[in-house]
T-cell receptor
């Protein structure tokens, strides 16, 4: 089974709202990565958070990591229509991906 | 940032022919590369892990004789779909890890869309 499992599977919000998606994993890790994939395109690396970090920011992205709960969250603030995509997490332990979260931002 | 390229970006072939897809790390040496397949509206599925100079490790259910992987150098891995059939039509994505360390980022190629007629 996959190491990274995203939740929810689908999320639809209005432009300007915040979007939060979660990722759970099963084993100890060194790092966790979030990716975005626009329809029919390759994956784009968004952010990497190491196991000794609890929170990391990059522009409108905020990632948290809770190693005790084996979970991570990705927050996109002030969402834009261009943020519409599927978002995936993956860990360094296992290069398998979950189903991802399909985010739709309505203008 | 690190760049991974794939060639071709799309290919259409006849059933029964073989298709080779190249994955190159342009500005770093990749000891490990991964090959994924993605069907429409589905997640990426890891097909195999490719290590330079050794045989690829295939995921369960992936036919190694059908999907030939060669990682001949630290910057190039190839995936050959042999005797392609329409059900092999998919989006194939490779990725590479710089240095092979577990703390490095995985960089993805732009993908290759294969259509088998």
């Amino acid at each position: 089974s996959q190491q990274g499992e995203e939740d929810p599977q689908a999320l639809s919000i209005q432009e300007g709202e915040n979007a939060t998606m979660n990722c759970s994993y099963k084993t100890s890790i060194n790092n966790l990565q979030w990716y975005r994939q626009n329809s029919g395109r390759g994956l784009v690396h968004l952010i990497l958070i190491r196991s000794n970090e609890r929170e990391k920011h990059s522009g409108r992205l905020r990632v948290t990591l809770d190693t005790s709960k084996k979970s991570s969250s990705l927050l996109i603030t002030a969402s834009r229509a261009a943020d519409t995509a599927s978002y995936f997490c993956a860990t360094d332990y296992d290069m398998r991906f979950g189903a991802g979260t399909r985010l739709t931002v309505k203008p | 940032g690190a760049v991974v390229s794939q060639h071709p970006s799309w290919v259409i072939c006849k059933s029964g022919t073989s298709v080779k897809i190249e994955c190159r790390s342009l500005d770093f040496q990749a000891t490990t590369m991964f090959w994924y397949r993605q069907f429409p509206k589905q997640s990426l599925m890891l097909m195999a892990t490719s290590n330079e100079g050794s045989k690829a490790t295939y995921e369960q259910g992936v036919e190694k004789d059908k999907f030939l992987i060669n990682h001949a150098s630290l910057t190039l891995s190839t995936l050959t779909v042999t005797s392609a059939h329409p059900e092999d039509s998919s989006f194939y994505i490779c990725s590479a890890i710089s240095g092979g360390g577990s703390t490095d980022t995985q960089y993805f190629g732009p993908g290759t869309r294969l259509t088998v007629l």
